[in-house]
């Protein structure tokens, strides 16, 4: 059970790290990136938008998650009785979302430089989190504390990722998170990540997502306007995740979801959406 956990846990944070995309993107078995150009190049800072909550209070949001329902009058619930003791409409779970996201992007991320050889730069602070179990998990999510060190990557004091592990590049107006295929393999010495991936990719390829001999490259759509660059997935992008996910998902035990049925969640968003956006901003 450890293993299948490890191996969707790996397989959907993949899939929702930077989300994918279902665009004509077909997987490119080439020996290194293209010439690197990139409209992106610089140093940045996360910013948000201000929008009216359902409350009808403004509110700050540096993560958005925003969903266009088919029906508003009847968005559909969570189950939320082994938790709370209520469901919830998802709307409301959606707003809390961003709400947390938007928290911890604020607190937690000072600065992304683009640097001009596609590599990242980055300042930080560390998530406290206050205990192991999940409720603690969720807790230290709900209201997050930081510590006071601001941390840079790369650099001697982080120990998030090798520099090398990551990069971008930018092409056809989309920006494409690299993830190096080096690294992976020696993220667990019990499984074949490497494999897992390929495997997955030639079972899903209308996920979109780059494969070459060095890396794997996640796609997601950008627009620069007024020095705010807004990187971000849309429905077209997640309802194939969506589809990789379900199953994985809908296969844990209650124990394991705190009786949500997380498989029923994720096709109501497919189902019961016509639009669809998780996106940050960086000025």
């Given at each position: 059970m450890k293993k299948l956990f490890a191996r969707i846990t790996l397989m959907t944070a993949f899939c929702a790290v930077a989300a994918m995309s279902a665009s004509c993107?077909?997987?490119?078995?080439?020996?290194?990136?293209?010439?690197?150009?990139?409209?992106?190049?610089?140093?940045?800072?996360?910013?948000?938008?201000?929008?009216?909550?359902?409350?009808?209070?403004?509110?700050?949001?540096?993560?958005?998650?925003?969903?266009?329902?088919?029906?508003?009058?009847?968005?559909?619930?969570?189950?939320?009785?082994?938790?709370?003791?209520?469901?919830?409409?998802?709307?409301?779970?959606?707003?809390?979302?961003?709400?947390?996201?938007?928290?911890?992007?604020?607190?937690?991320?000072?600065?992304?430089?683009?640097k001009n050889d596609g590599s990242f730069g980055a300042k930080y602070r560390d998530l406290v989190l206050q205990g192991s179990d999940i409720s603690s998990i969720i807790g230290s999510l709900m209201a997050p504390q930081f510590g006071s060190e601001i941390k840079q990557f790369p650099g001697s004091g982080s120990s998030v990722l090798p520099s090398d592990a990551v990069g971008y590049y930018t092409k056809d107006g989309k920006f494409y998170f690299t993830l190096s295929r080096?690294?992976?393999?020696g993220v667990a010495s019990d499984m074949d990540i490497v494999t897992l991936l390929d495997g997955m990719l030639q079972q899903f390829p209308n996920l979109g997502i780059v494969s070459t001999d060095e890396y794997y490259a996640v796609p997601l759509k950008y627009t620069k306007e007024n020095g705010v660059v807004k990187l971000y997935v849309d429905r077209d992008m997640i309802v194939p995740v969506l589809d990789v996910v379900s199953p994985l998902l809908g296969a844990l035990g209650p124990e394991t979801t705190m009786g949500i049925d997380l498989g029923q969640v994720l096709k109501d968003l497919k189902e019961q959406t016509t639009a669809l956006e998780i996106a940050v901003r960086l000025k």
């Open positions: 993107n077909k997987d490119d078995k080439g020996s290194s990136k293209p010439k690197f150009t990139s409209e992106l190049i610089g140093t940045y800072t996360p910013t948000y938008v201000s929008r009216e909550t359902s409350g009808g209070e403004m509110n700050d949001y540096y993560l958005t998650f925003e969903a266009t329902w088919v029906d508003p009058a009847n968005i559909p619930t969570i189950d939320l009785t082994a938790v709370i003791g209520f469901p919830m409409p998802m709307n409301t779970i959606l707003e809390l979302v961003e709400a947390m996201g938007s928290n911890i992007v604020k607190g937690g991320l000072v600065e992304v430089e683009l080096s690294f992976l393999k």
